[in-house]
């Protein structure tokens, strides 16, 4: 089992930066496999990115490719994601999610889930 807590979300200027982070507690976080995901007032839940346990595998949705990187420190047990050149279409809440096995774009897939922090970028 894994806990995860979100944290680094806030208000920003479309064009401006955020860094999320998101820290484990429980055993053996170096082999889950880590995701980002957001979801918009009435809409599903989507994948952002997700990163595999040793980080040599990343996957991005099409629409943050190039603007967003995902990271991990299995040291800390954190997983990171860099949000740059932000749009008023990124605000969110964004939620980071694990599961034991390889990386699956479906938030369906994965087992455990963090609380969720606010993106909120303004135009």
């Known amino acids: 089992q894994v806990q995860l807590v979100e944290s680094g979300g806030g208000l920003v200027q479309a064009g401006g930066s955020l860094r999320l982070s998101c820290a484990a507690s429980?055993?053996?976080?170096?082999?889950?496999?880590m995701g980002w995901f957001r979801q918009a007032p009435g809409k599903e839940r989507e994948i952002v990115a997700v990163?595999?346990?040793?980080?040599?595998?990343?996957y991005y949705a099409y629409s943050v490719k190039g603007r967003f990187t995902i990271s991990r420190d299995n040291a800390e047990n954190t997983v990171y994601l860099q949000m740059n050149s932000l749009k008023p279409e990124d605000t969110a809440v964004y939620y980071c999610?694990?599961?034991?096995?390889?990386?699956?774009?479906?938030?369906?897939?994965?087992?455990?889930w963090g609380q969720g922090t606010q993106v909120t970028v303004s135009s």
């Open positions: 999610a694990a599961r034991t096995q390889g990386p699956r774009p479906s938030p369906y897939e994965y087992d455990y």
């Open positions: 429980g055993r053996a976080f170096s082999s889950y496999t």
């Open positions: 990163i595999s346990w040793s980080g040599g595998v990343t």
